[in-house]
């Protein structure tokens, strides 16, 4: 039971760092950083139309997931603003 547990968690961490690469790959081919995840980037411009509904969408999910995905830290290499 032991082992199944510790499988079901590294699967689950697994799973959850895949979603976070595809998440960052689809927010480079936007023209952001790509070390930046949609959620963060869209937590910085809510003030626009796209990412107000994205942001939206996403509080349905987690409450305030935009605001609590931001990372001050990323961005820099933004290519394209939303």
């Known amino acids: 039971m032991k082992k199944f547990r510790s499988f079901f968690f590294l699967l689950i961490l697994y799973l ?3 979603a976070v690469a595809v998440d960052q790959l689809i927010n480079a081919l936007l023209g952001g950083d790509p070390d930046e995840t949609i959620s963060s980037r869209c ?3 809510k003030h626009r139309k796209i990412c107000y509904m ?3 969408f996403l509080n349905k ?3 305030r997931h935009c605001e ?3 990372e001050i830290d990323e ?3 933004e290519v394209l603003r939303l």
């Open 16 to 18: 959850r760092n895949i």
């Open 61 to 63: 999910i987690e409450y």
């Open 54 to 56: 994205i942001c939206k």
């Open 43 to 45: 937590g910085k411009y």
């Open 68 to 70: 609590k995905s931001i």
């Open 75 to 77: 961005g820099k290499r």
